[in-house]
DNA sequence: ATCGGGTCCTGCCACTGTGG
DNA sequence: CCACAGTGGCAGGACCCGAT
């Protein structure tokens, strides 16, 4: 396995209890469960194992209990975000991470989401089953939405991916259902964090976009509006906004560029 | 013998922009 | 106009092992 080191800090204090993983959490903002590649972020498996690649180990053990119980203790918020990989981002962020899409929803609001065309047609189909049973272990979902079959699950899987990238559905703790792994358990982001999506109606989406610009910035100073346009799905102005730099500071640290890269980066990057 | 839980990886295809 | 590179999305494989 190849693993990108790039987006790992320095991080000074030891990670070994959950307490400790809050604190990593809340002092970077928001991070991977596993090391991504080509994701310049950092990683909860880094912070603790200090090491790559990933192998299974106590570590990964440890973490892995982790990403089930700080959700569900509301501790942290734990979904499958940038790129549809396990994410976590703290409680003083979330707020601005609904902020920035328009994404602080309410329970019953997948109508008017599904309306808007922002979400799928299975996608509100878990959301209303959420709404209606409360928070739900993936078999139990996946048969209120009877997408038990083979092919259903894959639509579920795809559905779900849908709702953790736009915040609305959080990982809340995780059930023995079979024999096998253990499943995860699913909550609307509206009802396991209410404080935090009431917070995020008072906040600006290009506010939202200039603090978590700057809690990637605190950690990694030279980064260029154009990775953080990339890791945060911004325009390149909206991340040169974000993070303050004037267009001529902007290739500052940079090799200079030609015209055609430039055009293309006006627009946004995906 | 097959299934299925969650995750990451690889391979494939479609799309887009570049550059000759 | 066409070939090429880069990217994104998606499907399927591998992992493990007990239940069916």
């Not at 959950?18 to 310049?40: E, H, S, T």
């Not at 089953?129 to 139990?140: D, F, I, K, N, Y």
């Amino acid at each position: 396995m190849k693993f990108s080191r790039e987006g790992e800090i320095r991080w000074p204090r030891k990670v070994r209890t959950a307490a400790d993983a809050v604190r990593f959490i809340d002092a970077v903002g928001y991070c991977l469960l596993f090391p991504v590649q080509n994701l310049p972020l950092p990683s909860l498996y880094y912070a603790l194992a200090r090491r790559y690649p990933l192998t299974w180990d106590t570590y990964t053990e440890k973490i892995w209990h982790w990403k089930d119980d700080l959700g569900r203790q509301r501790r942290a918020f734990y979904a499958k975000y940038f790129k549809g990989r396990g994410t976590f981002i703290s409680l003083a962020l979330l707020p601005h991470f609904l902020a920035m899409r328009d994404s602080a929803a309410s329970p019953g609001d997948h109508e008017r989401f599904y309306a808007g065309g922002r979400i799928s047609h299975d996608a509100r189909a878990i959301w209303q089953a959420l709404e209606q049973h409360g928070p739900l272990a993936t078999l139990e979902l996946r048969h209120a939405c009877k997408m038990d079959s083979k092919a259903g699950n894959v639509r579920f899987k795809r559905a779900m991916l849908e709702l953790q990238c736009l915040l609305q559905v959080v990982h809340f703790g995780a059930e023995q259902e079979t024999a096998a792994w253990a499943s995860g358990r699913f909550e609307l982001t509206a009802r396991a964090f209410p404080r935090q999506v009431l917070r995020a109606r008072e906040i600006a989406p290009e506010t939202a976009r200039a603090v978590i610009a700057k809690k990637y910035l605190h950690w990694h100073p030279e980064v260029l509006p154009v990775r953080l346009a990339r890791l945060f799905r911004w325009t390149e102005a909206e991340a040169a906004a974000a993070s303050a730099i004037t267009p001529a500071r902007r290739g500052y640290n940079s090799p200079p560029r030609n015209p055609k890269t430039q055009e293309r980066s006006s627009r946004r990057v995906t």
